[in-house]
């Protein structure tokens, strides 16, 4: 790709060329040959230069793999770090506390790394009983006046605010979410992106299956995630769980989640 913002003058008229047609027509091919090699090359999108990597490799080479950051949640960290690039899908029994669980971690994570989150949540609606909760997540306390005194409250409702900045658009189509999610990244810096949860979103519905929709929406979540640079969290509901005989319910794991096996092929963790 080439672009030649001057392709000289006509010799009779004196007048600007305005394209290469022109400039052969009026100049001849080598006069054009010249433009062209004097032109800017542009690199179309995707094109990568492997030096642009190399610092990185070295990296690896020197130190491994990176082990991405604890959460500070102990028993957890023994588990699993938080890395950026990687799409983290989370499922479990209705009632088991999976967002209160995701949100505790977004709270740690800015507590200790100083991440922020664009965060899309519709079932935490309204949008002040979510900050509430997150509030009530940074001070330890129950979100009553009897238990927060205005200072702290003012302190943690400020943490939040720059912390944590939600989508809440009129159309929860998955390419909507994801243009705001852009601008949230590149305007606030946000390191995550929390989808919670999946089921309350939209898809074009192009595909021959419902497998299909759901293996190309997950498809674009992870490459939205890798070329920002950001972690995403998908929170997924699983399909209608039947009890065991004495009651309990069994272990849930990602093949589980209503819809597609492809939850399970794409996740990174």
Same mark, same amino acid.
């Given at each position: 790709y080439v672009v030649v913002t001057d392709f000289g003058h006509d010799p009779k008229t004196g007048q600007p060329l305005k394209?290469?047609?022109?400039?052969?027509?009026?100049?001849?091919?080598? %006069? *054009? /040959?010249?433009? !062209?090699?004097? @032109?800017?090359?542009?690199?179309?999108?995707?094109?990568?230069?492997?030096?642009?990597?190399?610092?990185?490799?070295?990296? %690896? *080479? /020197?130190?491994? !793999?990176?082990? @991405?950051l604890p959460v500070g949640l102990p028993n957890f960290d023994?588990?699993?770090?938080?890395?950026?690039?990687?799409?983290? %899908? *989370?499922?479990?029994?209705?009632?088991? @506390?999976?967002s209160q669980f995701l949100d505790q971690v977004a709270v740690k994570m800015n507590v200790h790394h100083e991440w922020r989150f664009s965060l899309f949540s519709p079932e935490m609606m309204p949008l002040a009983l979510h900050m509430a909760m997150l509030v009530s997540k940074y001070t330890g306390k129950p979100f009553r006046k009897d238990e927060l005194n205005p200072m702290t409250y003012q302190r943690a409702k400020e943490r939040v605010k720059d912390a944590f900045h939600f989508i809440d658009p009129e159309d929860y189509d998955l390419d909507n979410i994801l243009n705001i999610a852009r601008y949230q990244?590149?305007?606030y810096?946000?390191?995550?992106?929390?989808?919670?949860?999946?089921?309350?979103?939209?898809?074009?519905?192009?595909?021959?299956?419902?497998?299909?929709?759901?293996?190309?929406?997950?498809?674009?979540?992870?490459?939205?995630?890798?070329?920002?640079?950001?972690?995403?969290?998908?929170?997924?509901?699983?399909?209608?769980?039947?009890?065991?005989?004495?009651?309990?319910?069994?272990?849930?794991?990602?093949?589980?989640i209503s819809g597609s096996i492809h939850f399970y092929n794409r996740a990174d963790i």
């Open positions: 394209d290469a047609n022109e400039c052969l027509m009026a100049l001849g091919p080598d %006069i *054009l /040959r010249q433009k !062209l090699d004097g @032109g800017k090359t542009v690199r179309p999108e995707g094109d990568v230069d492997m030096d642009s990597v190399a610092d990185e490799a070295l990296e %690896i *080479l /020197r130190n491994g !793999l990176p082990k @991405g023994e588990l699993m770090r938080i890395q950026k690039g990687r799409l983290y %899908i *989370l499922t479990g029994t209705p009632g088991s @506390g999976k990244v590149r305007k810096g946000c390191d995550a992106l929390i989808i919670d949860p999946w089921n309350d979103l939209t898809m074009d519905g192009n595909g021959i299956t419902k497998t299909d929709d759901i293996n190309t929406a997950l498809l674009k979540i992870l490459t939205f995630t890798q070329q920002q640079h950001i972690v995403t969290f998908v929170m997924a509901h699983p399909s209608k769980v039947a009890r065991n005989k004495d009651g309990t319910v069994p272990k849930i794991s990602l093949s589980d």
